[in-house]
């Protein structure tokens, strides 16, 4: 995996989201990488995002396919550009469309492999699958649609 996370590259301005926001000191930090050509987030939830004991809350699952998918968005749209990630102007990415499908309880206290995969890129926005898996089994699908930042909101 590449040593610095997508995440790692957003500019500070933008850089607060709960999920994947590095300087959103109460948030969930998550980082993404290339990993064979998907884009891959392993996340360990705490005892405080479980649905019922011994499970995590459906909403947990969601905000890390939401966050790792516009992240792999992000980085899909430098490589398709044939830019280095952090390059100027910056690619930042909103979700337009989330669809999540839970496939089986997810438990609690062990690593979640979120895995992603670009199923296009059309202007400016990309659509990205991913799954959550425990052990290999997979506990969710979901599927993202997401879109450029807007200028205005990236300050320019």
């Not at 998550?30 to 360990?44: P, Q, R, T, Y």
């Amino acid at each position: 995996m590449d040593a610095k996370a997508f995440q790692d590259f957003y500019p500070d301005d933008v850089s607060h989201c709960y999920g994947c926001g590095r300087l959103n000191a109460a948030g969930l930090h998550i980082k993404s990488h290339w990993d064979n050509g998907d884009a891959l987030c392993v996340f360990e939830p705490s005892p405080h995002h479980s649905a019922i004991p011994g499970y995590v809350y459906g909403g947990m699952i969601a905000s890390l396919i939401d966050c790792h998918a516009t992240g792999t968005a992000s980085a899909a749209a430098y490589r398709a550009q044939g830019r280095e990630m952090g390059s100027e102007p910056a690619l930042r990415f909103l979700t337009a469309s989330l669809q999540v499908d839970f496939v089986r309880p997810t438990p609690l206290g062990v690593p979640l492999e979120v895995r992603a995969r670009v199923d296009e890129i059309k202007g400016r926005k990309v659509t990205v699958s991913a799954t959550v898996s425990v052990n290999g089994d997979v506990c969710a699908r979901g599927r993202v649609v997401a879109v450029e930042m807007p200028d205005r909101m990236l300050g320019r």
